[in-house]
């Protein structure tokens, strides 16, 4: 089946630094990628919508210059939080569209647990 | 705008069936989700239903759909103690499907044996 990675797993970084955060799409092709952010015991909320070689579409409210998202090939996308708060600290979840498999699914990634101290 | 509401938690006995609600708001939407969480992990797609339909079923699953009153449940049969895990309602808004999702609350599943 369809696979997607996150790396890293868990990163801990310090407040003011930036963190970067890598979502691959293993065994198939994916033309658009999203990032999802998961409080805990509460749902996920779409980011973005980044599809490969044009610039990603953030949701309402989502800071564009905080959450930095490239998709530079048809198997990466990655997100760089940049200058990261205490308030950053959450569960990233990928997914990614399989450009041959139609539409319908999403794969997901197994997530990135960020804590900014 | 763009809702999608759950019951927050249930708990069954194994081997009874668990029935999982969800309503949303889009009466546009294209396909309905229903995803599992297990603990620090990413999701995992268990089934999806077309809006023109009104009942899928797969092996212990059955999604019924309700258009009408934008209603959609779970049922899984049996329920094992693997099940335990949270259970997100997704809806995908708007009849293009550009794969945004909105996702429920989520639906906690504990399963006692």
């Known amino acids: 089946g369809a696979v997607v990675s996150q790396h890293p797993s868990r990163v801990i970084c310090k407040s003011g630094t930036s963190v970067k955060i890598e979502c691959r799409s293993l065994?198939?092709?994916?033309?658009?990628m999203f990032w999802y952010r998961q409080f805990p015991k509460q749902s996920l909320m779409l980011m973005a919508t980044s599809n490969e070689g044009s610039k990603a579409t953030y949701e309402q409210g989502v800071e564009k210059d905080k959450f930095l998202i490239n998709h530079a090939s048809l198997t990466l996308s990655t997100l760089t939080v940049t200058s990261a708060h205490p308030e950053d600290s959450s569960f990233y979840i990928c997914?990614?569209?399989?450009?041959?498999?139609?539409?319908?699914?999403?794969?997901f990634g197994p997530g990135t647990r960020l804590t900014v101290t | 705008g763009e809702d999608v509401e759950q019951s927050l938690f249930l708990s069954v006995r194994e081997g009874d069936s668990s029935v999982i609600n969800c309503t949303y708001t889009d009466s546009s939407s294209t396909y309905l989700y229903w995803y599992k969480q297990e603990p620090g992990a990413g999701l995992q797609l268990l089934t999806y239903i077309f809006s023109n339909m009104d009942m899928k079923q797969d092996q212990r699953l059955t999604v019924l759909l309700n258009k009408k009153d934008k209603h959609l449940s779970l049922r899984i049969a049996d329920t094992q103690t693997g099940d335990s895990a949270i259970y997100f309602c997704a809806e995908s808004p708007g009849s293009s499907n550009t794969g945004k999702l909105i996702f429920g609350q989520g639906t906690t599943l504990q399963v006692k044996p």
């Open positions: 997914s990614a569209r399989d450009r041959l498999a139609g539409v319908v699914e999403q794969y």
């Open positions: 065994d198939f092709q994916a033309t658009t």
